[in-house]
């Protein structure tokens, strides 16, 4: 799911259909699978690519490349292939000590594997669509942007088995970042032997993390995972293999799971409804956020106005329920946020408060219908208006997408008076681009987060960042961001504090509109033990799952 989406109600694991599905059917027996330790699960479309360097996606291959760290629970960094690091005082140089590690085909894993693979991904003709989670690394923006060579990048080898990194400045979550697909090693000799087959099917790859792909042609819906007996943590894989196949359907999946071909399987809201009580229903929250996002240089000079003056934004946050919205228009399982920052991403490193917690302000993310009209009579007489209407631009590549809209529509138009809303629901890539051109008035627009920081999240209203295409710019937030990046990147309590004051202005300011979290509803059997999930990066961990 980590791809950074622009548009899109969430990045949909399933699509939505009402069906009408049979809640108490019994589930066949799957003793086999538990037999042969092996786990059938479905993915939602074939996979584009398993390049490391060329990814849009981790969400399942951490699971056969590994870096120097892995992603364990509650979005933990915990052992990979660095057995030790360390890191001075200024938080600028890490050095990382490769442990006695193989790649699949038996090849050691060397420092000079990460060197060459950090440098393929970086260089601008490799098109990596993550090379900006590179940006604090030394020389990475001149590289990505053409003005110095590939090998200028802060990284090198010193010896056989350890890499010396060099940062522009001191990053907090530089650990759980290095858990990240992304930054792993490549086998630069394997690369040269097949050229210009590596990554096109599973047997043109070397794999360094618990498991091994197999059976993959490029394209197809099927493939698999199998135990890699040349890893070096192999003893505590208990699965032998993890078979995939590409799903579309909720029903077709649901009937997979019914009949013991799938052990697990997403949910629509449809099948939530029916599901919900059954003692093998679960939820796996994400670090998604849909939100309204506003543009603040709007063409139009009286929506212009309305767009830029806090109270308007105010109303339209406090005129949304949003529990209706999560309950009972989406069904699914979604949660309701309190703020950009979703749940379960980060915590207090004081108490360990979660950070969603603690960015709530009062009456700004809460529906609070009275308050809003008062805010939005405010705002038209502010503006010298008496009436305003506001085209909402949706892409209709998500089926969610359409009776959100319709929602916010009659919920806004219901509570302030003089406000319409027109929608304009049209294909992502139409409606990716307009927004990125600044032509729109407000977008239902989405995140999800990369790695377990809040920062993956507070960084799109910045201004000047790349994804700020509202243009939205607050001074008091782009200070405390710009603290918590630099004076304060290397004083992890100051940093948080930082972070969770500037949630507090983009709150108070509705720089952007929280709608909901997603959370995704699955039906799992209870022989499965020992999966950990996160809500960002590599979501799902299989190393310590097996079946009983």
């Not at 979703?342 to 960015?359: C, H, I, L, M, Y």
């Not at 952007?512 to 961990?541: C, D, E």
Request: charged share 20%.
């Amino acid at each position: 799911m980590n791809k950074k989406l622009v548009f899109g109600v969430a990045a949909a694991v399933v699509a939505i259909g009402i069906i009408g599905e049979v809640a108490n059917r019994k589930p066949a027996s799957n003793a086999q699978s538990v037999k042969s330790q092996t786990l059938n699960l479905s993915a939602t479309a074939p996979l584009d690519t398993i390049d490391i360097s060329k990814s849009t996606g981790y969400g399942q291959t951490g699971n056969v490349f590994e870096s120097f760290f892995r992603l364990g629970k509650n979005g933990k960094a915990t052992a990979g292939l660095a057995d030790k690091y360390s890191v001075s005082k200024n938080g600028k140089t890490w050095k990382f000590h490769i442990r006695s590690a193989k790649w699949s085909n038996g090849d050691p894993i060397t420092a000079q594997d990460f060197v060459y693979s950090w440098r393929r991904t970086i260089n601008p003709k490799t098109k990596s669509e993550y090379a900006y989670l590179f940006d604090n690394i030394k020389n990475a923006t001149a590289i990505s942007n053409g003005k110095k060579n590939a090998d200028q990048l802060g990284i090198h080898s010193s010896g056989k088995h350890t890499v010396v990194v060099e940062l522009t400045k001191p990053v907090s979550y530089f650990k759980v970042l290095m858990a990240y697909p992304l930054f792993g090693p490549q086998n630069e000799k394997f690369i040269k032997s097949v050229g210009s087959k590596y990554a096109t099917r599973s047997k043109y790859m070397v794999y360094s993390g618990p498991f091994k792909m197999v059976d993959w042609t490029g394209t197809g819906n099927k493939w698999s995972f199998v135990k890699n007996n040349q890893y070096w943590d192999k003893k505590q894989v208990k699965l032998h293999r993890i078979n995939y196949t590409v799903v579309q359907n909720p029903a077709t999946g649901l009937d997979l799971y019914q009949q013991g071909k799938l052990d697990l399987t997403p949910l629509s809201t449809e099948q939530v409804k029916n599901f919900k009580n059954n003692k093998e229903y679960r939820q796996y929250p994400y670090s998604y956020n849909t939100f309204l996002k506003y543009n603040f240089a709007d063409e139009n000079t009286s929506r212009r106005k309305v767009i830029n003056n806090q109270n308007a934004r105010l109303a339209m946050s406090l005129a949304i329920d949003r529990n209706q919205l999560t309950k009972k228009v989406l069904g699914d399982g979604s949660s309701t946020p309190t703020g950009l920052v979703p749940e379960k991403v980060a915590s207090d490193p004081k108490n360990g408060t979660d950070f969603a917690k603690e960015q709530v302000v009062k009456n700004t993310v809460d529906y609070n219908p009275e308050l809003a009209k008062q805010y939005w009579q405010k705002a038209l007489k502010q503006s010298g208006m008496k009436k305003v209407s506001f085209e909402l631009l949706a892409s209709n590549d998500d089926p969610e997408s359409n009776v959100v809209t319709q929602y916010l529509k009659a919920q806004l138009q219901k509570e302030l008076p003089g406000l319409t809303i027109n929608i304009r629901s049209i294909p992502g890539n139409a409606a990716n681009s307009l927004t990125q051109k600044g032509d729109f008035d407000i977008s239902l627009s989405g995140w999800g987060a990369d790695f377990n920081d809040p920062i993956s999240h507070l960084q799109i209203p910045v201004a000047g960042t790349p994804y700020n295409y509202g243009k939205y710019n607050n001074s008091t937030y782009n200070k405390l961001i710009y603290k918590a990046n630099n004076q304060d990147a290397n004083e992890p309590e100051k940093r948080w504090d930082d972070l969770v004051q500037a949630s507090h202005v983009l709150n108070e300011d509705q720089g952007l509109t929280p709608l909901y979290q997603q959370v995704t509803a699955y039906l799992q059997k209870p022989t499965i033990h020992g999966i950990i999930h996160n809500t960002a990066g590599t979501q799902w961990n299989y190393k310590y799952a097996y079946l009983k």
